[in-house]
């Protein structure tokens, strides 16, 4: 069947256009409409990943309303395993007809799930349902520029001023899929905000990374944070490689930082030819896994942003192979982080999507913590499959093995 002939069979044009003349808030209420008028669907609903990644929440009218939102459990529930495995899940239903689950995800950033329920779900059907939450997931990407529904929905806590700017400098999705590789990156925030930001961009040469952690909490920790991260955005975005992002970045704390200073780290990936530029300004050392052994990157270490003037920042080749998966934190993944072994944990995760196993070490911290963190804490987990292939297969931000299981 051709990809023209299953667009019209489906009406995915039909769905688009539907969404395009609604209200940005009822795009779900658009995809809805149009699996129960085509398959009878009942109990159409959206859940969508919450901001620290380890739950659900049920996204409804009374949501955008300020009322009451239905927050699920991520871990050890169908819910994780639809995401885990991006393959849709159908479970019997209560009526006696089929409930399913699937994946909302766009470019591997799991945005949620869709869940529904079916007088009937074969293959044909369930295939149908899938590609609806396909199209909703580029919707929600869409309209969510417009709207705070999708920010409410996510917040399972009230926000303070600094979490609300810290959040803010956050880039929109938490994981991207390209050829080269994969990452995945996440920021668990104390109540008093530390100070972390986490940031990526992929241009058509390469992929630029960077992890900080401005010194301090609260508001000030956070414009420490802002003055960091958008000097950095601001050099890059004019050209600057790696040595003068770090410059500038420092010179701007230095004038506006009110004798703040940051540590951080810079990292450039030649999609090209994969060779790898690192700054690290005073920075907790990567840890790679390679050939199923972690280890420690031992980095020369230079001063942290804004600390003294003048100073210089070193530019360092990372080695980097393919197969290879880095990780870059913040010192809170180890501060008083009731003995967490990252490294053991990496290994642990190794087969897991980034996505997962950034929520698996993430997931690991809160608990050894009891949910009372010392210190945000930040994770960047990117596989590194190669330069520039011809061509590559994804699996839509599956796990491999969870994805080619019956």
Excluded: K
Excluded at 53 to 65: I, N, P, S
Excluded at 98 to 107: C, D, E, F, L, S
Excluded at 199 to 217: E, F, I, K, Q
Excluded at 341 to 362: G, I, K, Y
């Amino acid at each position: 069947m051709s990809p023209r002939t299953r667009e019209e069979r489906f009406g995915l044009s039909e769905i688009l256009a539907a969404a395009e003349n609604a209200e940005p808030v009822a795009s779900v209420d658009v995809v809805a409409g149009s699996l129960c008028e085509r398959f009878g669907a009942r109990a159409v609903s959206f859940l969508i990943v919450d901001l620290i990644g380890q739950g659900l929440v049920r996204l409804t009218h009374e949501v955008q309303c300020g009322g009451h939102a239905e927050r699920v459990a991520l871990r050890n529930s169908d819910y994780e395993t639809v995401l885990r495995t991006q393959r849709p899940r159908r479970l019997p239903a209560d009526d006696g007809g089929q409930r399913v689950i699937t994946p909302v995800t766009n470019r591997g950033d799991a945005i949620g799930v869709l869940e529904l329920t079916l007088p009937d779900a074969g293959e044909e059907v369930l295939r149908q349902v899938r590609e609806a939450a396909h199209a909703l997931a580029y919707i929600i990407v869409t309209d969510r520029r417009f709207t705070d529904l999708y920010e409410w929905g996510q917040r399972t806590t009230p926000m303070s001023l600094a979490a609300e700017i810290q959040h803010r400098l956050l880039p929109a999705a938490a994981c991207c899929e390209a050829a080269e590789f994969t990452l995945a990156c996440a920021l668990v925030p104390v109540d008093d905000i530390g100070g972390d930001t986490y940031d990526y961009t992929l241009d058509r040469d390469a992929v630029h990374l960077s992890v900080t952690d401005a010194m301090g909490h609260e508001v000030d920790s956070a414009i420490l944070a802002t003055l960091l991260v958008n000097a950095l955005r601001r050099a890059r975005r004019a050209g600057c490689d790696v040595a003068e992002q770090a410059q500038q970045a420092h010179q701007a704390l230095l004038d506006h930082g009110r004798s703040g200073f940051a540590t951080g780290q810079l990292l450039r990936i030649d999609l090209d030819d994969g060779h790898a530029q690192i700054v690290n300004a005073g920075h907790p050392w990567p840890m790679r896994l390679r050939d199923g052994v972690p280890e420690e990157v031992p980095l020369a270490v230079d001063l942290p942003f804004g600390l003294f003037s003048p100073t210089s920042y070193t530019v360092q080749d990372l080695d980097l192979r393919p197969g290879d998966r880095l990780l870059l934190y913040t010192d809170g993944m180890r501060e008083r982080a009731g003995g967490i072994d990252l490294a053991a944990l990496l290994l642990d995760s190794r087969d897991l999507h980034p996505r997962e196993a950034v929520r698996v070490l993430t997931g690991a911290l809160m608990d050894a913590c009891h949910g009372d963190l010392a210190d945000d804490a930040t994770v960047l987990c990117l596989d590194w499959y190669g330069a520039r292939p011809a061509s590559r297969h994804t699996t839509g931000g599956a796990d491999p093995a969870a994805a080619s299981s019956p």
